[in-house]
């Protein structure tokens, strides 16, 4: 049929639709309610109707589109969906049988997002926190400061461990350990894997290179990237001419119980170094490579 003319039918279908009354309202695990917003009304049917001829711009939930099972999208679901509104036709139950492991990228990171926030909002969890950074300088000029440099940096990078029980405080919580933002742009790859307990959940960000005094949008919005070296670099007088921090895709792993609770957390951060600087009258080159690890686990 032509579109035109689908888009006629369709116009006075609307119509007939818009018209109608919402009369079925429940949970978002029912055919039709195609916006999730807990009812299928007359929006859901007009919904799908614009949908079916290709009207730009509608979002709907495909899965709870097709009512009538026949493998497509067309004014027959968008007729069913307003029957359904207005009682004549009864309800079917959406049975989602997808897993997290079925789960698209952006449908992971939410989950992550999610479970974290749901942790640090506990009533009461207590979260036992290690990190560890190790760095290595590999050029360095003047070379005759590369093994003092090293050394010092070694006494500097000290693992610690701490541990804190939070009663409903979600805001000290995310301070304490990790942020709960990350958009799905950031993440190059994740991924779910079912396990015995319940999922293990694996999220590579995407690569990003930043000077000494921009923070990584992603790693900011998941993990704890180098700050305060702008500072640092005033306090004792080094002018930094030029830097390159490239954090070549930190991963971070959570795992989850079957009840979608987070019992463990890692994010392992591998970072690049390349920068030049000025200390009173010497100038200073290196390059070096770095990686910090959080480990963190959940105690309900």
């Known amino acids: 049929m032509n579109r035109f003319i689908k888009a006629g039918i369709s116009i006075a279908a609307a119509a007939a639709i818009a018209a109608s009354a919402a009369a079925v309202s429940f949970a978002t695990d029912y055919m039709g309610d195609v916006n999730d917003d807990g009812s299928v009304n007359s929006t859901d049917a007009l919904a799908i109707l614009k949908y079916s001829v290709g009207f730009p711009d509608v979002t709907i939930s495909l899965k709870k589109a097709d009512l009538n099972a026949d493998g497509s999208i067309n004014s027959s679901d968008a007729l069913q969906a307003l029957k359904v509104s207005v009682g004549l036709a009864d309800l079917t139950e959406y049975v989602d049988e997808d897993t997290p492991a079925d789960y698209d990228k952006a449908e992971i990171v939410n989950i992550y997002n999610e479970a974290l926030k749901k942790a640090y909002a506990s009533e009461n969890v207590t979260i036992n926190k290690k990190t560890d950074v190790k760095v290595n300088l590999t050029e360095l000029k003047p070379s005759s400061m590369l093994g003092t440099a090293?050394?010092?940096?070694?006494?500097?990078?000290?693992?610690?461990?701490?541990?804190?029980?939070?009663?409903?405080?979600?805001?000290?919580?995310?301070?304490?350990?990790?942020?709960?933002?990350?958009?799905?742009?950031?993440?190059?790859d994740a991924k779910v894997e079912e396990t015995e307990n319940g999922y293990k959940i694996t999220i590579t960000l995407i690569k990003e290179t930043v000077d000494y005094k921009t923070a990584p949008k992603y790693n900011t919005q998941a993990s704890l990237p180098l700050t305060g070296i702008a500072e640092q670099a005033d306090k004792y007088g080094v002018k930094v001419t030029s830097s390159s921090l490239e954090y070549v895709g930190t991963v971070i792993t959570a795992e989850l119980d079957k009840d979608g609770n987070i019992t463990s957390l890692n994010h392992t951060m591998d970072l690049n170094i390349d920068a030049k600087a000025t200390y009173v009258f010497t100038k200073i080159e290196g390059k070096g490579s770095g990686r910090y690890t959080l480990d963190a686990t959940f105690t309900y």
């Open 150 to 188: 090293n050394s010092l940096i070694e006494k500097l990078a000290v693992p610690t461990e701490e541990s804190k029980t939070f009663n409903s405080n979600p805001t000290e919580a995310q301070k304490f350990l990790a942020p709960t933002a990350l958009e799905a742009d950031g993440a190059k």
